[in-house]
């Protein structure tokens, strides 16, 4: 079976973002106003081929544990589909 899985990786938020927060400053300066904080993240997506859903799953944990995130100073969340 196929399933895709949508990835969101963010930085910590105890940690600072300085692109979040020149984009927050340059939002204002366009008269973008009520923009309090930005933090900007990544977004991933996978297809992957497994037996089933919690074989996808796995798949997706591994991956994001050993190369889509920096589990350091980043967190991340995911959700796996099946492909129709």
Known sequence: MKFKA???VM???????????????NMHNLNINGIDTVR?????????DADNKSAAKKQVETA?????????M???QYEVTPLD
């Open 64 to 72: 994001c544990k050993k190369l889509l995130a920096n589990v350091i």
């Open 74 to 76: 980043e967190s991340y």
């Open 6 to 8: 949508s990835i969101d």
């Open 40 to 48: 900007i993240g990544k977004h991933i997506e996978l297809v992957i």
């Open 11 to 25: 930085p910590n938020k105890e940690l600072l973002d300085p692109q979040g927060k020149t984009v927050a400053k």
